[in-house]
C-alpha cells in the first residue's frame, strides 16, 4: 500500500529564516505530487505541483520553491521567510488525475 | 476565474441526514471530489464523481449534475465523529485540484 510521510510535523521559525519541508511517497513510482497550504479556517491553497523529476509549475508567486530531486521526494522550501508563511502545509501525491491522497501535514508558525 | 462555492457551516443531530451543496465554475472541468477533515488533521478523500449521478459509498453518498455545475454531499444515520470540515474540489484541465472553502458540520446529540 502507498504511504505518505512530511516532516516536521511543526516548525516555529523567525521572520527571515530559511524553511526546508520534506515530503517523500512509498509504494507507488512516478506520482504527481503537489503542496498546499492551508490557512486557519480556509481552504487549501495550491502553491506547486509536479508530474515528474525536476519539473515543477508554479501556481502562486510568493518567496517560496519547490524543487523534486527524486521521483518519490518532493521539498518545499524558502531563503527567507516571512509571517503570512505561516500556515499549515500538506503534501498530496496522486496516479493520474483523480484522487489525492494528503500527508499529514507540517504546522508552520512564522514569528 | 475558478471557484467553488458551499456554505460555511451547517449543524444537525445525531441520526439525522446532512446533505452540503457545492456549485462550482471551473474551466475544462473533469470532476468533482470531496474531502473530510478533522480538526487538526489532514483531509482525506471521501469520493468522486466524473459523470452525472449518485455515487453511494456506505453512508456517504455524493452527486453531480455538470449542465448545473452543482454537486452535493449526503451523510446519513449522523454520528458525533461526523463533525469535521467537508471540502468539495474541481477537477479541472491539467489535473489541478480547486478547493472550496470548506463546510463546518456540526453533530448535536
Known amino acids: 500500500s502507498q504511504t505518505i510521510h512530511q516532516w516536521p510535523a511543526t516548525l516555529v521559525q523567525p521572520v527571515g529564516s530559511p524553511l526546508s519541508l520534506e515530503c517523500t511517497v512509498e509504494g507507488t513510482s512516478n506520482p504527481n505530487l503537489y503542496w498546499y497550504r492551508q490557512a486557519a479556517g480556509r481552504g487549501l491553497q495550491l502553491l506547486f505541483y509536479?508530474?515528474?523529476?525536476?519539473?515543477i509549475s508554479s501556481e502562486v508567486p510568493q518567496n517560496l520553491s519547490a524543487s523534486r530531486p527524486q521521483d518519490r521526494q518532493f521539498i518545499l522550501s524558502s531563503k527567507k521567510l516571512l509571517l503570512s508563511d505561516s500556515g499549515f502545509y500538506l503534501c498530496?501525491?496522486?496516479?493520474?488525475?483523480?484522487?489525492?491522497?494528503f500527508g499529514p501535514g507540517t504546522r508552520l508558525l512564522v514569528l | 476565474g475558478q471557484s467553488l462555492e458551499q456554505p460555511s457551516e451547517v449543524t444537525a443531530v445525531e441520526g439525522a441526514i446532512v446533505q452540503i451543496n457545492c456549485t462550482y465554475q471551473t474551466s475544462g472541468f473533469y470532476g468533482l471530489s470531496w474531502y473530510q477533515q478533522h480538526d487538526g488533521g489532514a483531509p482525506t478523500f471521501l469520493s468522486y464523481n466524473a459523470l452525472d449521478g449518485l455515487e453511494e459509498t456506505g453512508r456517504f453518498s455524493s452527486f453531480l449534475s455538470r449542465s448545473d455545475s452543482y454537486g452535493y454531499l449526503l451523510l446519513q444515520e449522523l454520528q458525533m465523529k461526523d463533525s469535521a470540515s467537508y471540502f468539495c474540489?474541481?477537477?479541472?484541465?491539467?489535473?489541478?485540484?480547486?478547493f472550496g472553502q470548506g463546510t463546518e458540520l456540526s453533530v448535536k446529540p
Open positions: 474540489a474541481a477537477y479541472n484541465q491539467g489535473g489541478k485540484l480547486i
Open positions: 509536479s508530474v515528474g523529476i525536476g519539473q
Open positions: 498530496a501525491w496522486s496516479k493520474g488525475y483523480e484522487t489525492q491522497y
